[in-house]
């Protein structure tokens, strides 16, 4: 909520240089986003588009009830560069290994044309009483305090600033700062002492910078470095292609002969891992950090799924639920992929 306050407050900061504002609303935005284009004769609504589940249900509804009311709906692809239906087999069927579709997907990059859209500022209208007006209020109007205000007596308690500060400034200065280290991004990123990963991914995540900002980065260069960070960015989008496609796996395996797998279920072990307290250094390091941050290094994320799955034979269902509380980058495609891969259970997973 606070990375989502402060990177309102900044759109609202800009958006008061041109006479205009946010709108806030608190609700469902199926109800929500209807009244407001019904009490603001709204002709029409612009949005883009996501692919797991919940967004793809929400986004339907909205755009069946703003038509029932006589308003124009436009959806763009934003999220990532190539949508899950535009990288498939030749027989049309989504591709189920990564490597393959990693050839896919360049391929199709090399060929792919961008698309500019002219903006202007000259015609937004006036949004008063905008509760987002400054931090305090926003997070006043939604029921929190400051995170990150740091408390004398407990100087611990507050989020690092370092990282989660929200907005595409931040987002930006933060690819800038990685722009300087990427060369050594494939061999430093294997060791979570020295912090050599990009640190993007909630800026992503929350819509704060853009995969093309982060796709100009990658192929600014051919460094092994620049290289290795590309494909992490394909992977990004194999996720979404899967999800899109096969969203059972939400719940379920990917691979059909694992779907049902008992995991012996042990509470105490389970507590264990959650609050970093297993006995094993690298695991504990790497879960309190997460729950003090809310991030947690990609190699650590690996090993801590592995070990959760495959050491305490816990299901991984529940460890991909304790990291959507935790992660203030969480995506539900990545996430559930991630976890899927290192417990051996999804697509083109680790044995």
């Known amino acids: ?15 008061i240089q041109h006479n205009s504002g946010v709108h806030i609303r608190y609700g469902n935005p199926i109800d929500e986003i209807p009244k407001l284009v019904t009490e603001l004769a709204i002709n029409a609504v612009y949005f883009n588009r996501d692919y797991t589940t919940y967004p793809v249900n929400r986004d339907s509804s909205v755009h069946a009830k703003l038509e029932d009311i006589g308003c124009a ?18 027989d049309g069927t989504p591709y189920h290994v990564f490597t393959p579709y990693s050839h896919a997907w360049r391929l199709a990059l090399q060929t792919t044309t961008a698309e500019n859209y002219p903006i202007t500022l000259r015609n937004l209208g006036p949004a008063k009483n905008s509760p987002a007006g400054s931090l305090e209020k926003l997070l006043a109007f939604a029921g929190f305090a400051d995170c990150a205000a740091k408390s004398e007596d407990h100087p611990t308690d507050s989020h690092q600033k370092l990282y989660t500060r929200g907005g595409s400034s931040a987002g930006l200065q933060q690819l800038k700062t990685f722009s300087t280290s990427i060369e050594n991004y494939e061999t430093a990123r294997d060791f979570p002492a020295i912090d050599q990963t990009s640190r993007l991914s909630v800026y992503i995540r929350h819509g704060c910078i853009s995969i093309r900002d982060m796709l100009t980065l990658a192929l600014s260069d ?4 620049h290289e290795k960070w590309l494909t992490e960015l394909i992977w990004r989008e194999f996720y979404q292609m899967i999800f899109f496609h096969y969203p059972e796996v939400h719940t379920e395996a990917f691979q059909p002969k694992f779907k049902g797998l008992k995991f012996p279920t042990d509470e105490v072990l389970l507590a264990k ?3 970093g307290q297993t006995g094993f250094p690298l695991i504990d390091a790497a879960m309190r950090c997460l729950n003090q941050t809310g991030w947690m290094h990609n190699r650590l994320r690996m090993v801590v799924a592995s070990f959760f799955s495959k050491i305490m034979l816990l299901d991984w269902k529940r460890g991909e639920r304790y990291f959507s509380w935790k992660l203030l980058d969480y995506e539900l495609a990545s996430n559930n992929g991630g976890w899927q891969w290192a417990a051996g259970i999804g697509c083109d997973a680790a044995p």
């Open 1 to 15: 909520v606070q990375f989502i306050a402060e990177s309102l407050v900044e759109i609202q900061q800009t958006l």
């Open 73 to 90: 709906v436009h959806s763009f692809k934003d999220h990532v560069m190539f949508e899950p239906h535009e990288i498939l087999k030749k």
């Open 222 to 225: 051919t460094t092994i470095g």
């Open 273 to 275: 891992w959650k609050t």
